[in-house]
T-cell receptor, first 113, second 112 residues
């Protein structure tokens, strides 16, 4: 059974703070993704990674960066948090071979004050 | 750019009725179309998917149909139950799920 975990379920930060969101998967999946989920907008891709130290921008990368130093771990970084980054953040992983779908983590609800 | 449009945004049905959610995609190279269900406070979970070489797929009370020519696909839920109440997302991918483009979501409410 695939398990994707995220470091926090709820997080409150102040404007200008540096924020780290961590995601870990235990199934040796090559691909990992970070999405933000806002009502009426669905899931929008921020960044994804298809291998260690590899990353690609998604649809809304501005204000975010990522890090993938190990295959199982994918971190999302908000360099200087702003109130418009208040959102639900979802991580997902995907195995390249086999055509499987993406498996999601439980999400982190971030509030930036 | 690539886009997936999903309708309706909200849907309310009586228990036992059928529900249909429709999605249209823009990338003609898309070949994989999953549907996710997200219950309140929980993570999205795959409920059914379809690949471009198939026109219809069924799994008990849920089915998905795909029209490649028109570039649209639909989720059909029959004999709805209150536990079907959730937000449903469609998505499209050109590489078997490697990068998904999601629709905006449909909030389904099944009234007992």
């Amino acid at each position: 059974d695939v398990k994707v975990t995220q470091s926090s379920r709820y997080l409150v930060k102040r404007t200008g703070e540096k924020v780290f969101l961590e995601c870990v998967q235990d199934m040796d999946h090559e691909n990992m993704f970070w999405y933000r989920q806002d009502p009426g907008l669905g899931l929008r891709l921020i960044y994804f990674s298809y291998d260690v130290k590899m990353k690609e921008k998604g649809d809304i990368p501005e204000g975010y960066s990522v890090s993938r130093e190990k295959k199982e771990r994918f971190s999302l970084i908000l360099e200087s948090a702003s109130t418009n980054q208040t959102s639900m953040y979802l991580c997902a992983s995907h195995r390249v071979m086999g055509g499987e779908t993406q498996y999601f983590g439980p999400g982190t609800r971030l509030l930036v004050l | 750019g690539e886009n997936v449009e999903q309708h309706p945004s909200t849907l309310s049905v009586q228990e036992g009725d059928s529900a249909v959610i429709k999605c249209t995609y823009s990338d003609s190279a898309s070949n994989y179309f999953p549907w996710y269900k997200q219950e309140l406070g929980k993570r999205p979970q795959l409920i059914i998917d379809i690949r471009s070489n198939v026109g219809e797929k069924k799994d008990q009370r849920i089915a998905v149909t795909l029209n490649k020519t028109a570039k649209h696909f639909s989720l059909h839920i029959t004999e709805t139950q209150p536990e079907d109440s959730a937000v449903y997302f469609c998505a499209a991918s050109r590489n078997q799920g490697g990068k998904l483009i999601f629709g905006q979501g449909t909030e389904l409410s099944v009234k007992p």
